[in-house]
Nanobody, 123 residues
């Protein structure tokens, strides 16, 4: 059974950059679509970005398009989320998860949720 651990979150100022890592253990992620989601206080978990199993395709929520970049290194069993030009509205707990499908971005399509990492962006 895979364990996904997100890390790298911290307090930053608006406009700064941050990279989140999602390290997998217990199973390979190389066969899976990997996704990043986030959950702000009092809100539901929302899709942020996804990457195809071999990295050939990526997809982003409109709210982060042009600012965030998802990537993966299957040899390291790790997925990354580079976040640039951060805004206070990006403040949330960020989670990674995996899916056997491509093109479905709902929370229900993803599994193996790990503990998230807190990103706080101050204005």
């Amino acid at each position: 059974q895979v364990h996904l651990e997100a890390s790298g979150g911290r307090l930053v100022q608006a406009g700064e950059s941050l990279r989140l890592d999602c390290a997998a253990s217990g199973d390979t992620i190389s066969k899976y679509t990997m996704g990043w989601f986030r959950q702000a206080p009092g809100k539901g978990r929302e899709f942020v970005a996804a990457i195809f199993y071999n990295g050939a395709m990526t997809y982003y929520a409109d709210s982060v398009k042009g600012r965030f970049t998802i990537s993966r290194d299957n040899a390291k069993n790790t997925v990354y989320l580079q976040m640039n030009s951060l805004k206070p509205e990006d403040t949330a707990v960020y989670y990674c998860a995996r899916s056997l499908r491509w093109g479905r971005w709902s929370v229900d399509e993803f599994t193996s949720w790990g503990q998230g990492t807190q990103v706080t962006v101050s204005s």
